[in-house]
C-alpha cells in the first residue's frame, strides 16, 4: 500500500516521525509541570521562562564560554534549579497557605521579568545554536532521513519521562513526596524534613524544564519568547492528561504530538487548534482529565 487516505506513506510517516520530536518536547515539558503541581500544588506559570532559561545559558555558554553542547546540557539544569531554590525559598514558600491563584501571579510575574531581561540583554530576534558534531548527519529510515539529532531527542526524552515516572511511582523517595502533599504534617511528625523536599522538587521540575531548553536549542532559535509560545499548548496537555498526573503528561503529550503531525498531513489548517479541540472533549466529557484523579 503506498497511500493511506490519499496522502502518499512516506510522507506520512515522515510526518508523524516530525509529530513524535514535537510530542517529545510536549511531554518533558507538561511532566515538569505535572510535578511541581501534583506535589506542590503549584500552577508554575514561569514553566516556559525557565525552558527559554536553559536554552538561553547553553547559547551564552558557548558564545562566551566555549562551552560544549554536552556540558551545557549538564550545566544550564543545574544553574536554573538552583535559581529556583532562592525563589522557592524566598518568594515561593509564603504563598503556600493561599489560594493557586498567588502562586500563579507571583510565577507569571518572574515569567514577564525574566523574558523582558532577556530581551533588554540579548535582543528579540533568534540566535543560532548549531548541534553537535556527534549528532550531525542523518539515519536512513527507507521512508525518510532522519536527522540524527532529532533521534537523540527522542531517546533522551523518553529516558527522561521513564525516569521521572519510575523516581515519583516506584521508590521510596517518590513515595514520601506524594505523602508529603497529601498530609505534610504527619510526615514532618516522623522526622521528615518536608519544606526541603518541597524545594527539592520545585528545583527539579525547574531543572527538568531547562534541560528541555537545551535539547531544543538546536532545533529552534534560542528567544526570550520561546518558552511562552509552547505554554499554552504545555498547560492544554496538562488538563488532558490531568492537573498532577506524570502519566497523564507523559502519555498525553506523545500522544498529541503524534495527533498534531497527523492533521498536518490531512487538514493543515486543523493543527494549530486540535490540542484546544481535544481539551474542551476532555473537560466536557471527563473534567478530571483522562489520567487524573476525581475529588
Known sequence: ???????????????????????????????GLAVIFGLLNVVNFCHGALYMSGALLAWAGMAHLGLSYWLALLAAPLVVAAAAVVFERTLLSRLYRFDHLYGLLLTFGLALLLEGATTQAVGSSGLPYPAPELLQGGIDLGFMVLPAYRAWVVVAALLLCGATWALIERTRLGAMLRAGTENPRLLGAFGL????????????????????????????????????????????????????????????????GLVEGLSKVYYPPFANTVVFALMVLVLLTRPAGLFGRRV
Open 193 to 256: 524534613n518536608v519544606p526541603r523536599l518541597v524545594t527539592g522538587t520545585y528545583a527539579a521540575g525547574a531543572a527538568l524544564a531547562a534541560l528541555t531548553g537545551v535539547l531544543a536549542a538546536p532545533l529552534t532559535q534560542v528567544s526570550p519568547h520561546m518558552g511562552s509560545n509552547l505554554l499554552v499548548v504545555v498547560f492544554a496537555v496538562v488538563v488532558i492528561g490531568g492537573m498532577g498526573s506524570v502519566l497523564g503528561a507523559i502519555v498525553t503529550g506523545l500522544g498529541l
Open 1 to 31: 500500500m503506498d497511500a493511506v487516505f490519499g496522502v502518499p506513506l512516506p510522507a506520512l510517516m515522515g510526518q508523524l516521525v516530525v509529530g513524535l520530536v514535537n510530542g517529545c518536547f510536549y511531554a518533558l515539558l507538561s511532566l
